[in-house]
């Protein structure tokens, strides 16, 4: 109980008392939130330092700004990047990257997609570590999730650019979370917007459902069985759909242009067996150090089929590795899978070696984390030189800035995330029409002389000369 003393002080439960400050300690309640602002930070910093020296990996940031810039005016998602006026929602079906929009049309940059993504990778942070530690301990909770905050497949994605699959994350986080609390009907809840984040998490939904069935299954409410039976089958069938009509309906050549990295030529079955040792690597590394492989003793697990199945009957070599972003949705995954797994363990194994290794892992997981994280993107926070722009930032802002507003620019990697805010930005080479006013290129080893004949080469249509250039940036402007 609560009471003042005369001097007006609280006793020992609530604070400072006879004079004396009682050190604040948060609660377990709080240990989520404290954690995830932590990693909020840490994935702000990497990204938007990253993106402050210009060291863009990809169009991707500049493909998804034009999306986000399109629903901020209230009209379908395009991207000059894909193609003139090409509609995104005929590439990849993600609706949900309209959320952003409002932030975007309050902070026009791409630095606010960046922002987005870090604050919903540090969301996920939350349902993975009250969970854990609701099932395992406080201790074993913040370590499980400070290991996944830390785990690698975050990490890569945060380090590159923005992708919609930073929607996934936490649907699928806080959808585990309810069915490892047996919530079942919230855990179908969570997984019904992964339809909206992109096409193939329709079948990460349907796996989900597909757990929620196994793990209800003898139990009290036999409805819960069915409905989530239903739920994945009515999941599968929107994920053919999205598929099969929703993005040729927006496609303009009316297909899905991703069948074509399905196996091609030799067909799915034979592509899955290639480079078997590559992607054995990359199952090892998704499951070893953010598992110990004791993971395997959760059904969990199966939530990772769709999206391992899908990478690897792809031809596409990206797609097998540990690099780029598309592990990130694993790792909620495998450390639930882990928290499951350890409860299991705990509850029922008699083989006392496993049962001490069960309750060791978790701590063991965050020092593999720690360690691992000496060489990836957090790494980066402990030097002095990722807070400077530097010369080629200050140098690529210098040059770019000779091209007006609103101007259209065909460029190469480095500059369409510093353009896309402010102008009409396509991707060198594919304007498909007449030749843009201005090129934006980045490219050390070119000359002048070289730069123009390939800008003419180009487009045809139109002879353009060297404006500015310095530290490998050009600007070039149609005569």
């Not at 994605?157 to 009907?185: K, M, N, Q, T």
């Not at 530097?390 to 353009?419: C, F």
């Amino acid at each position: 109980m609560t009471t003042l003393t005369a001097a007006g002080e609280r006793d020992a439960d609530a604070g400072p008392i006879a004079g004396r400050r009682v050190p604040f300690r948060p609660g377990p309640r709080a240990d989520p939130y404290l954690l995830a602002a932590v990693f909020l930070v840490l994935y702000t910093a990497v990204s938007v330092t990253r993106h402050l020296r210009w060291e863009n990996r990809s169009w991707d940031l500049g493909i998804f700004e034009q999306a986000v810039r399109s629903y901020a005016g209230l009209r379908l998602p395009v991207s000059d990047l894909k193609g003139p006026d090409f509609a995104l929602l005929g590439d990849h079906f993600s609706p949900v990257t309209a959320l952003i929009a409002p932030f975007y049309r309050l902070f026009p940059t791409p630095v606010t997609l960046l922002v987005a993504q870090a604050a919903l990778f540090a969301l996920a942070v939350v349902p993975v570590t009250r969970v854990a530690a609701y099932l395992l301990g406080r201790a074993t909770g913040v370590a499980v999730g400070a290991a996944y905050g830390l785990s690698w497949g975050v990490q890569r994605a945060v380090d590159f650019d923005f992708h919609e699959i930073a929607f996934a994350v936490p649907l699928i986080a806080f959808s585990l979370e309810a069915l490892l609390r047996g919530r079942y009907r919230a855990a179908l809840w969570w997984a019904l917007p992964l339809l909206a984040v992109k096409e193939d998490l329709g079948l990460t939904a349907a796996a989900i459902a597909a757990v929620v069935a196994l793990r209800a299954r003898g139990g009290p409410e036999p409805r819960v069985v069915r409905r989530a039976v239903v739920f994945a089958v009515c999941a599968a069938l929107a994920c053919l759909l999205t598929i099969a009509v929703l993005i040729p309906a927006f496609n303009s050549g009316g297909d899905y242009d991703y069948w074509s990295k399905v196996g091609d030529g030799g067909g799915p079955v034979q592509t899955a067996f290639t480079d078997v040792d590559q992607k054995l690597r990359t199952l090892l590394w998704v499951l070893v150090p953010t598992t110990g492989l004791l993971a395997l003793r959760s059904p969990l697990l199966l939530v990772l089929l769709p999206t391992l199945g899908w990478r690897f009957v792809s031809d596409d070599p990206h797609y097998w590795g540990t690099d780029w972003h598309y592990s990130a949705v694993l790792m909620p995954v495998v450390a639930l899978a882990l928290v499951d797994a350890v409860a299991r363990t705990r509850a029922g194994e008699r083989r006392p070696w496993l049962r001490a290794y069960a309750e060791r892992l978790p701590m063991g997981v965050l020092a593999a984390a720690l360690a691992l994280s000496t060489a990836l993107p957090v790494a980066g926070l402990t030097h002095t030189a990722t807070y400077r722009p530097g010369h080629l930032a200050e140098a690529g802002e210098r040059v770019l800035s000779v091209i007006p507003d609103g101007a259209e620019v065909a460029a190469n990697v480095r500059p369409t995330a510093h353009l896309t805010a402010r102008c009409r930005v396509f991707w060198i080479g594919n304007t498909d029409g007449p030749a843009p006013e201005y090129i934006a290129y980045w490219d050390p080893a070119q000359t002048a002389e070289e730069l123009t004949l390939y800008a003419h080469r180009m487009n045809p249509d139109g002879v353009y000369e060297v404006v500015a250039q310095e530290a490998g940036y050009w600007v070039l402007r149609l005569r």
